[in-house]
C-alpha cells in the first residue's frame, strides 16, 4: 500500500474526529487513529478501512452526522474517507 494513501487515510481521520460533534464518535476515531500505530500489513490496512467505510453509512453512522449537521466541509471529508477506504480495500495483497 501507498504511503500517502496510508497518510491521507489517517489524515482524514483526523480532520474528521476535530469537525464532528458526536463525543462517542471522537472517543472512537482516537481509538482507530491509535490502531492505525501498529498495522503493518495491507491485510490489517484493509481490515481497517472495511470497518471505516462501514461507519460511513447508516443509522447513527458518521455520515449520517455529517447530513444532519448539513456541514459542507464535514461531509466532503466524509466522502473523500470513503473514496481512500475504497482505494486502501481494492490495494493487492503483497
Same mark, same amino acid.
Given at each position: 500500500?501507498?504511503?500517502?494513501?496510508? #497518510?491521507?487515510?489517517?489524515? *482524514?481521520?483526523?480532520?474528521?474526529?476535530?469537525?464532528?460533534?458526536?463525543?462517542?464518535?471522537?472517543?472512537?476515531?482516537?481509538?482507530? *487513529?491509535?490502531?492505525?500505530?501498529? &498495522?503493518?500489513?495491507?491485510?490489517?490496512?484493509?481490515?481497517?478501512?472495511?470497518?471505516? #467505510?462501514?461507519?460511513?453509512?447508516?443509522?447513527?453512522?458518521?455520515?449520517?452526522?455529517?447530513?444532519?449537521?448539513?456541514?459542507? #466541509?464535514?461531509?466532503?471529508?466524509?466522502?473523500?474517507?470513503?473514496?481512500?477506504?475504497?482505494? &486502501?480495500?481494492?490495494?493487492?495483497?503483497?
Amino acid at each position: 500500500m501507498s504511503p500517502e494513501l496510508a #497518510a491521507e487515510y489517517r489524515n *482524514l481521520l483526523s480532520q474528521i474526529q476535530q469537525k464532528i460533534h458526536d463525543h462517542g464518535w471522537v472517543r472512537v476515531l482516537q481509538q482507530w *487513529l491509535d490502531e492505525l500505530k501498529t &498495522i503493518n500489513s495491507t491485510a490489517d490496512w484493509k481490515r481497517h478501512a472495511e470497518r471505516t #467505510a462501514r461507519a460511513l453509512g447508516g443509522m447513527e453512522s458518521i455520515g449520517e452526522i455529517a447530513l444532519a449537521s448539513q456541514d459542507e #466541509a464535514l461531509l466532503n471529508l466524509v466522502d473523500r474517507l470513503y473514496a481512500a477506504c475504497k482505494g &486502501i480495500r481494492e490495494t493487492e495483497l503483497a
